[in-house]
């Protein structure tokens, strides 16, 4: 006999939550952004990285390992081409941001 209704949906939640949980999108929000000075920032890419776009935000310096390991856990299936170079970090009121 097959699965009941009830268990079979609670499989899907269950599913779908662990999902959700699972993203290729990285903000540059999700890192530390503050700096003193336009050296204590760096341009990072953001977005869906799996979409092979080449937009770009900054972070602080000091928060790139945090992003070079998030960004290292997203496995793509695409090969995505060279994105052109970005503009560069600057530090804005206290705020990293991209010219």
Do not use: W
């Not at 599913?15 to 050296?39: H, K, N, W």
């Not at 804005?92 to 991209?98: D, F, L, M, T």
């Amino acid at each position: 006999m097959g699965k009941s209704i009830p268990v079979v949906l609670i499989e899907i939640a269950f599913v779908m939550i662990a999902a959700a949980g699972c993203s290729d999108e990285i903000l540059a929000t999700d890192f530390d952004q503050t700096c003193a000075a336009d050296a204590d920032c760096a341009t990072v890419f953001v977005g869906d990285i799996c979409d092979c776009g080449c937009e770009v935000g900054a972070i602080s310096k000091q928060a790139v390992p945090e992003y070079s390991e998030r960004r290292a856990d997203i496995r793509c299936s695409t090969s995505c081409g060279e994105c052109p170079d970005p503009k560069p970090a600057v530090c804005k009121s206290g705020v990293c941001a991209v010219e």
